[in-house]
């Protein structure tokens, strides 16, 4: 399971740790904020993303990433409430499971792929620790197909290097499904597979038709990744209102 720790520094409006298949990453969100004027854009706010890699300096692997979420964060985040203004959203890998190899540098052959659900999540839970509004809030999962056709969602190293095909799935607190990003060889079956596997850890269902409440909102299964934010969030702002009732 995966672990996070909201506010993790003092400075930013939000910011958020979150760790998952071998990667730890820290988010700092601030906005919004003045914009320059070459960035300015007339009926909402411009979002920049930055990803550092944990070693090294980023190269086109960290600039992809960074126009994956880019494009991700726009969807999510309430743009048109803060227009002429600037939200920044800075992503540090501290640990990566290449550190160990290669002087901690990706080869040619190794997909980036691998680190969007850890920063996905990190900048989601860095976004619901600010007063940025958003429309929903997502969660994201990573999906290798090994060599017998097996689904495993927490590949070791080696693993991804030898995965016949890999796969990142991100669903929206609404049900929608946000990213598909996907790398090798596969078919229609396979992709169904993924596609079931991933909809089933993020929220709980691989039936649109099942975890719906008598009101007709969703009913999120304990042990997902949707819940897992739910609970981090819920025990943060617990944390919040205990240390507001000591003041008083």
């Given amino acids: 399971m995966p672990s996070a720790t909201l506010l993790a520094l003092g400075r ?10 071998g990667y730890t990453v820290i988010c700092a969100v601030n906005g919004p904020l003045e914009v320059s004027r070459r960035d300015e854009l007339p009926e909402e706010a411009t979002i920049e993303v930055n990803i550092r890699p944990a070693t090294g300096v980023g190269g086109v ?10 494009k991700t964060l726009r969807h999510v985040i309430l743009v048109a409430l803060h227009p002429r203004s600037l939200i920044q959203v800075t992503l540090q890998m501290t640990v990566s499971p290449y550190c160990g190899s290669k002087n901690g540098s990706l080869v040619q052959s190794d997909s980036a792929l691998s680190a969007l659900p850890s920063l996905l999540q990190a ?7 600010t007063s940025i509004p958003l ?4 969660s994201a999962v990573l999906i290798i197909v090994e060599s017998d056709g097996n689904l ?5 190293l080696p693993e991804l290097r030898a995965a016949e095909s890999t796969h990142v799935l991100a669903f929206s607190s609404r049900g929608g499904l946000l990213i ?6 596969f078919g229609m079956k396979v992709w169904e597979n993924v596609y ?6 993020c929220r709980g269902s691989n039936n649109s038709d099942v975890d719906m409440g008598d009101s007709g909102d969703h009913v999120e299964s304990k042990g997902t990744i949707e819940a897992f934010i739910h609970t981090t969030v819920e025990k943060q702002a617990l944390q919040n209102q205990e240390w507001k009732d000591s003041l008083k």
């Fill in 12 to 21: 930013p409006d939000g910011s958020a740790e979150y760790t998952s298949n």
């Fill in 61 to 70: 692997r960290e600039r992809h990433l960074e126009s994956i979420i880019h």
């Fill in 123 to 129: 900048s989601i839970l860095a976004l619901l620790t």
């Fill in 135 to 138: 429309a929903m809030t997502l």
């Fill in 152 to 156: 495993n969602r927490d590949p070791t």
């Fill in 180 to 185: 598909a990003e996907s790398e090798g060889e």
């Fill in 196 to 201: 079931c596997e991933g909809l089933r850890v």
